[in-house]
């Protein structure tokens, strides 16, 4: 038998959600490119994931309204948020932190019908932007901004972070990137989430799951260390140079490659487009140019492709987000993927435990104490 490890090209589950055939990801059955040259709205997409079609015009607004009504957050959160950014801890912790401590404040969360659970995914959901946003505003020493119920899902998150009124121009784009990091089949956290849920776990663990998962740098962490890297770059001032000496090193370049897609990543195409439109003629330009001299001499050098953390680096840099919270604003889109993940473990559950093979050594004799010598020996 031939064993690919690291889980590669094997099927863990059946899935509604969303499928990558022949590079086109689709969200139940509807491809990226119908949902965002329509212009879909995060919060349809978010319905669509979670029941599988798309609202009606009555149910985008209630659920809509839903979202809204539960977007503020207790004091008792903020107050948590507050000794966070005291304690100067990655903001992926501190979200991956105040998601659990939702769950440990609602009084629900043991309760695991399908409609307590509906109502906790609504609580997580609609506070995730709240969250990320009164924790970049504290940790400047700003007050935190109460959502407000005139405006969108986008709209909302880029108020709460400055207080400005968001323009057309930065909603679009935002609710376009949410749209865009919605679902993406069995990605590592998503996998993750639906191991804990095939526990019977509660809601908030596995979401807590999935944030810690999205954190590393071989998947959601990327976005953040995409921008270091053009930092990097533009301070050392020769792309080439700086680039070769990590390939050299055999480290891996942020933004680039894929376990699944080798030849595109369809929503790479949308980013690239918004990077461009948002910098063009704007200081932020050079990151876009910076972007294209990356993607040329990696494409030729290695061959690799870039991926959904790549051109999305720019833009978030481009709406005025701190490199440092780019994998939060992925984790406040993937967190509907990660929901519409669980609702269907849940229904279809099968405990997700697959094997490891052994390659210690066996059938050691025990040694009493008093006969052991010390031996330091290398593990690997
Ligand atoms: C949202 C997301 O999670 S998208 C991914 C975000 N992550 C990143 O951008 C981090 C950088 N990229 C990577 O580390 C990888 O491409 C991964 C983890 C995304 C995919 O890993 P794999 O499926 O194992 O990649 P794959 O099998 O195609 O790798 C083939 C070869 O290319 C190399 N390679 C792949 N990506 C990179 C990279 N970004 N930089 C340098 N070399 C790379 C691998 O080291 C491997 O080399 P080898 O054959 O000499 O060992
Ligand atoms: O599917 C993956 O392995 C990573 C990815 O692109 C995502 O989670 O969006």
Known sequence: MTIEFGLRGTFACETRISSIIDDELAYAGYSIEELVDNNASFEETIFLLW????????ELLAFTEMLNQNMAISDVIEASLKIQCRQNLHPMSVLRSTVSLLGVFDRQAEV?????????????QSKMPTIIAAFSRLRRGLDPISPRSDLSFAGNFIYMLEGNEPTDVQIEALNKGLVLHADHELNASTFATRVCASTLSDLYSCITTGIGTLKGSLHGGANERVFEMLEGIAENGDTEAYLQK?????????????????????????????A?????????????????????????????????DFYSATVYHSLDIESDLFTLIFAMSRVSGWIAHVFEQQNENNLMRPRSKYMGPTSLTYVPMADRQVIYKEVN
């Open 246 to 274: 990590r390939l050299d090193s055999k480290e891996k370049i942020m933004g680039f490659g894929h376990r699944v897609y080798k030849t595109v990543d369809p929503r790479q195409k949308y980013l690239k487009e918004m």
């Open 51 to 58: 029941h599988l079609r798309l609202p009606n015009e009555d």
């Open 276 to 308: 461009y439109e948002l910098t063009k003629g704007t200081d932020d330009e050079k990151w876009y140019t910076l972007s294209l001299e990356v993607e040329a001499f990696i494409r030729e050098k290695k061959g690799l492709i870039p991926n959904v």
């Open 112 to 124: 695991s019908t399908p409609e307590a659970t509906y109502e906790q995914a609504i609580n997580i």
